[in-house]
Nanobody
Framework: QVQLVESGGGLVQPGGSLRLSCAAS????????MGWYRQTPGKERDLVAA???????DYADSVKGRFTISRDIAKNTVTLQLNSLRPEDTAVYYC?????????????WGQGTQVTVSS
């Protein structure tokens, strides 16, 4: 059974930092993409940051220069460093992992972790 376990969310003041981690376990296959998305009530889940197996990264315009994504393929983890947080960064953050398993594409989601930015 595949599991993506997220950690690191919480309450932080504006300008503060958090570090989100996602650990993958189970029969996931060969990773080719790891990403973080976020969602607020009544809105769609949007991409925050992503990283490919080759190390190419992609960021939402609103987080460029503030957030950094990294991954450790050997440990099956993906991390998102959130700096200079703003109230509008408040959301549930979801880890997403895509892979190839038995020659088929797979798409896995974590359970989500709440990030609240407030004074």
């Amino acid at each position: 059974q595949v599991q993506l376990v997220e950690s690191g969310g919480g309450l932080v003041q504006p300008g503060g930092s958090l570090r989100l981690s996602c650990a993958a376990s189970g029969r996931i296959g060969s990773f080719n993409y790891m990403g973080w998305y976020r969602q607020t009530p009544g809105k769609e889940r949007d991409l925050v940051a992503a990283i490919t197996l080759g190390g190419n990264t992609d960021y939402a315009d609103s987080v460029k220069g503030r957030f950094t994504i990294s991954r450790d393929i050997a440990k099956n983890t993906v991390t998102l460093q959130l700096n200079s947080l703003r109230p509008e960064d408040t959301a549930v953050y979801y880890c997403n992992v895509r892979s190839i398993l038995y020659s088929l594409p797979r798409n896995f989601w974590g359970q989500g972790t709440q990030v609240t930015v407030s004074s």
